[in-house]
Every structure is written in C-alpha cells, then in structure tokens.
C-alpha cells in the first residue's frame, strides 16, 4: 500500500492541511481541493444518515465500544467516524476518511487493492492498516500542531516540522 | 433517541442509566448533531451522588510542593510542559510589540527561573559534593552538565569557545525540549523560543557572580532542523576577574 | 449478506428498486428521501474519482463503505446505474453487476419490445425481471 496524499479538514469542512506525499493522483487547483474538501464533508454527514433510515443493526458496533472503554479505561481507537462515509474504492485509488472526537477528519488516499470477485474481507484488513497509521498521524498533529503555539484552532496549518514527519512515517 | 450512557467507575449499573437527547451513533462527535451531550438527568445524578470514589487531587501529603527536596528524578509529562509553554509563548506574543521583545519578554520569564534554580540544583548535589564555582570554564561545564541534566534529562550536546572574542561561549543543544515541537513560521525571521533557556542561563551565571548576555539562535543541521546555539557573552568584568586571580 | 439492489437510468430516476434484507420489498421506495440522497452521494463520489485520478485513464467509482454497509456501484455506457448494497465485509461485486445488466437487464428490458427503455417516470415492474434477479441474486454466496 502506497500512501499518495493526507488531507486534514476543519470540523466545518474546510481543508487546513494537504500533502501530497508520493505521486499518484491528478493535480487539481487550489480551489478544486476546497471544494472537494467540501463535496467529502457533505457526503460524510450524508451518508451517515443512511445508516439510521437503512434500518441496520448498529447497536452492535457502540455495545464493542462501551465494553472497551469499561473494561479498559480508554478508548482504544482515537476515531470517531461511526456512521459516516469510511472508504471509498476506484480503479486508481482508495480514500478513507477518520474522524476525531473534536470533528477533525484525517483523509488519507492510498493505492487501491485489488481485490479478487467475491472475496471477503480483504478491504476490511486494508482499513485496519490505515486505521493504524491514521493513529500514528493523530500522535504527530497531537505533538507538532496543537502544542504550535503560532498554530490558531482551525487555521491552514503550515508547519515543515509536520510536514516532514508525516513523510517519515509514510515512507518508513 | 436514548442510549446507554458510559461511566466507567461503575460497572453494575451502567445498563441501566439512559440519557434522553444523546444520538444513536455513540458518544463523540456526531456530524449531524456536534458532539453529543454527556447532560446528567435527575435519575442519573443519584446514582453519581451514591459512588464511591478515589480523590485523585493531590492532598497534603503527597502533593509535588511538600515532597522531599533532595529527590532526585522528578519527572513531568513532556505533552503537559509543552502545552503550558505554548500558553507562555501566546502571552508573551500577545502583549509584545514585535520579535524582539517577544523574545525578550521570554528571556525574562526564564532569568528568574534560572536564578532560583541554580540554588536548588546545588542542593541536590549534596552540602558534601557542591562546591561554587568561581572559574568560567567550570560554571560552564557545571550548567552544560549537571544543571542541563536535572532540567532536561540529558546534558547538551556541545560546550564551545569562540576563536575570535575571548568573552563569547556557545552551549549547544541539537533538540531543545521545550520548543521541540514549536515550527516558527516563515514571517517570525530567526525568532526562536529557546530564548526562554537562554533566560535561564542567564538568570543561573549572574546569580553565581558572572555577569553575562545569553541568546538563543537556531543553526539547523541536516538531521537537527532544531539545533539552537546560546550565545554566552560574558561582561568584561567577569573576565578582567579571571586573569587577575588565575594568571 | 446483500440488502438491496437499485437501478437509476439517465434522468436520475430510480426506476427499480428491490429490498431483500431484513425483509423484502418491491419499489417501495423509488421516490423516497434516501434514494434521492444514495443518488446524490454517487453523484459526487463519481465525480470526485474521476477528478482526482490519473490523467490517462477514466477512473471509475467501485465502490464506497461505511461502518455497517457497502455499496457497489457500477455505471454502463447508456448510463444506467447499477447498485448493490451489502454489508461491508464483500469487497467486490463489479461481476454480478456486470452479469445484472448484461443478462438480465439486457434480456428482460433492452431485447423486450414491450419494454421502454427511456423510462419517464416509469418504473420496471416486469414480473420475469424481477423473478429472475430474485432467483440470480439469491444463489449468490454472499447473499446471506
């Protein structure tokens, strides 16, 4: 899996952060990417309120997480996206969004799995991949940009430190 | 829409609280509501009145002021340092009136602190082992050292004395910990945040009797981008001192 | 396990609509809220993929997911959507849409004369068409 671009969104949708990080996609204006940032925001609130017309059971997923917490203390994993749009799949790429308890999504764009007809399961294994580096990528954005103290809430964030050791962790 | 609501502390009857007005989708941020609300309910606050509960604010007896003094490993969470010297840096920023008064304004925070803390440093050494140190070189040493261990954890990197001026050293530290997660934007210059050290060492060499200017400069090396130099400028003094006593 | 199966035609109507999990239905909800939004959302997704991928090539939405399901997605060329809905554990189903439409679809809308096939708020309501979906759908694997 090559990890092509991360993207950070503000919890009102707006893109502060973008890295395109090894080739791969197509570049798009400045504006484009907003608006894309905006489409992926919409879709997510949208989506999620799918799930609760679509009548399935979801109880399930928040019984796993409650016992967790309990039983632990802590919530094992940092995302929050619950019932929103997760993942998508094309031919060139998978995106997938990760969502923190504050609203912040982590977009991360990978190169696509191919997956064979009818198999199962093999996504699922691909997102608990980049579950694990999206948690890798919330310790760095804990460290290098909420502890900035010329980073304001919610702004564009421009910050080399991250920058460089996002790429590390990526390319590792 | 109701819920079981989590609290962890209690484990029997945690099936039995709900909560009205909490969404489906679990705690946490809800894109479509914001995030949810944990609102204790009149039938949930008995239960919350009712639990035994372990204090977990310090008391007398075991708070960080009344502990011993002489204790050696103090230790602090990195995340908790870095928050509050992020607020420091906002203060100082907000009432400056440009970067060199911020960093000013930091150097001053950090002298009082330095003063103080070249006291309690030497304390812990021990009445038997301290001694004052009254050549250049050694204070140096001692701060490079003892003073940079028990402050950071690790000594700094690099003591060194300049060619040209007689009354110039330069610590240097390749990963400073209070600004190591401090990107200082492109329109600050050569601002660095260091200078709160720089304040530090400053404070810590005037109260020992060698009067001198600390500043903080970034020199980033290829796998350092944070390396700082401090620039210690002796007054002429200290050094008219030193030849007449040891030469 | 397969929730449901939609087709959309060109003027973004839904024209069928058959639910199979948890209980089964027949266009009962071609005009409802959240087929309208399924349409939009594919819209966009649509869109954003074929933006955001390599120049070169077209680059086609499969599929997308959320916690508790997956929809597939497949476009032909007269652009009529086809869309599966699972739960999110099946990762592919790009051939049985493929098989939808080009046997089933293709024999039971395209070839029948008696059929429309520019449906203006018209829906498929041929009882052979949804016999045999029924039946191909239901011997899938995956289906439960």
């Known amino acids: 899996m090559i990890v092509y671009s991360v993207y950070i969104l503000n919890k009102a949708g707006g893109l502060v952060y973008q890295n395109d990080i090894n080739p791969g996609l197509n570049r798009l204006s400045a504006n484009d990417y907003l608006v894309l940032a905006g489409t992926l925001h919409g879709v997510h609130a949208i989506t999620s309120r799918f799930s609760h017309s679509m009548k399935i059971e979801q109880n399930e997923i928040n019984m796993n997480n409650n016992s967790n917490i309990l039983s632990t203390g802590k919530s094992l994993n940092p995302n929050t996206n619950r019932t929103g749009l997760q993942s998508i799949e094309t031919d060139h790429f998978n995106l997938y969004i990760q969502q923190t308890l504050t609203g912040i999504k982590f977009i991360i764009i990978t190169s696509p799995l191919k997956t064979t007809p009818m198999s199962r399961g093999q996504l699922n294994n691909e997102l608990d991949l980049v579950n694990y580096l999206f948690r890798q990528i919330y310790i760095l954005y804990g460290d290098y940009v909420s502890k900035d103290p010329f980073q304001a809430s919610d702004m564009p964030i421009k910050n080399q430190l991250f920058d460089t050791k996002l790429r590390e962790l990526v390319n590792q | 829409m109701s819920e079981d609501l989590i609290i962890p502390s209690i484990s029997s009857s945690v099936n039995k609280i709900t909560i009205s007005d909490t969404s489906k989708t679990g705690f946490g941020y809800n894109p479509a509501v914001g995030p949810s609300s944990n609102e204790i309910t009149e039938d949930t606050s008995s239960i919350l009145i009712n639990k035994r509960t372990i204090s977990l604010t310090p008391h007398s007896s075991n708070s960080i002021l009344d502990r011993n003094l002489n204790k050696k490993v103090n230790e602090i969470s990195l995340s908790s340092l870095s928050f509050l010297f992020c607020e420091i840096v906002n203060w100082c920023h907000k009432n400056s009136k440009g970067i060199q008064d911020l960093e000013n304004r930091l150097n001053g925070l950090g002298y009082q602190i330095g003063q103080k803390f070249l006291e309690l440093v030497k304390i812990r050494e021990g009445v038997k082992y301290s001694k004052r140190e009254t050549k250049i070189v050694e204070i140096l040493q001692f701060i490079h050292s003892s003073m940079w261990k028990s402050m950071f954890g690790k000594i700094a990197n690099e003591l060194e004395k300049s060619q040209d001026l007689n009354n110039e050293y330069m610590i240097i530290d390749n990963l400073p910990i209070v600004s190591k997660f401090i990107n200082v934007p492109k329109e600050y210059g050569n601002l660095n945040c260091s200078a709160f050290i720089a304040g530090i060492i400053e404070g810590a060499l005037d109260s020992a009797g060698f009067f001198a200017n600390v500043s903080a400069h970034s020199i980033p090396k290829d796998d350092n981008p944070l390396r700082t130099v401090f620039l210690i400028k002796f007054d002429e003094s200290v050094i008219l001192k030193e030849e007449l006593r040891y030469t | 396990m397969i929730y449901s199966f939609y087709i959309y035609d060109r003027h973004c109507q839904c024209i069928y609509h058959r639910q199979y999990n948890p209980h089964e239905d027949l266009n009962k909800a071609n005009d409802s809220d959240i087929s309208k939004l399924l349409f939009g959302v594919l819209y966009s997704l649509k869109n954003l993929s074929g933006k955001l991928g390599d120049n070169e090539a077209f680059n086609s939405l499969r599929s997308f997911s959320t916690t508790n399901f997956r929809i597939h997605y497949l476009e032909t060329l007269s652009n009529f959507k ?30 029948n004369p008696l059929s429309p096939i520019d449906f203006n708020e018209e829906i498929i309501d041929n009882v052979k068409f949804v016999h045999q979906t029924d039946e191909y759908i239901k011997s899938l694997s995956v289906f439960n």
Do not use: M, T
């Not at chain 3, 999110?88 to 024999?107: K, P």
């Open chain 3, 82 to 111: 086809f869309i599966l809905i699972s739960d999110n554990s099946i990762d592919n189903l790009q051939n049985i849409l493929w098989e939808l439409y080009s046997v089933h679809f293709r024999n039971n809308i395209v070839l």
